[in-house]
């Protein structure tokens, strides 16, 4: 099973938009944030794509055009980053129905289910706690 990026990606574009923006430069390219990212600049559009549609970054057309961060980095969440790039839930339940006679497939979707939520709820007050101005200062304290 493949890890999913998508957080990663947004976090790190948006943390690469704040280092750009306290050193004076207020908008970057997709070409820019791709080359931070190591990546190719249609996923960068993507992702930064949803992260506007969230009301984290703004895009300019034309001459200068580019993205910008819509509010400060320190009132950024790691919480509104997640919700706004995943759209499936971190733990999915069985494709089809387990089996019902069993005692094991009987219980397990409530069993799990109960778990899943409580992990989710810890994740999602995790996220809540940290900005993209803490992911920032961690990264380049980090060096």
Known sequence: ?????????AAHALAWLALAQRRGQEI?????????????PVIIRRSLGDLRRAGLV???HGAGAGWSLARAPES???LEVYDAVEQEPPFGMHRTEPNLE?????????????????VERA??????????AD?????L???
Do not use: H
């Not at 820019?32 to 990546?39: C, L, W």
């Not at 009987?106 to 778990?115: D, T």
């Not at 999602?124 to 993209?132: D, E, F, K, P, Y």
């Open 1 to 9: 099973m493949a890890a999913n990026s998508r957080l990663t990606i």
């Open 28 to 40: 970057l390219t997709s070409e820019q944030v791709a080359a931070s990212v190591n990546t190719n």
């Open 58 to 60: 703004n895009v300019r």
């Open 76 to 78: 950024i969440t790691l």
């Open 102 to 118: 069993c005692p094991v497939g009987r219980g397990i979707r409530p069993a799990l289910g109960e778990i899943y939520d409580r």
């Open 123 to 132: 994740v999602r007050q995790g996220l809540a706690a940290t900005s993209i």
């Open 135 to 139: 992911v920032l200062r961690e990264t």
């Open 141 to 143: 304290r980090v060096r």
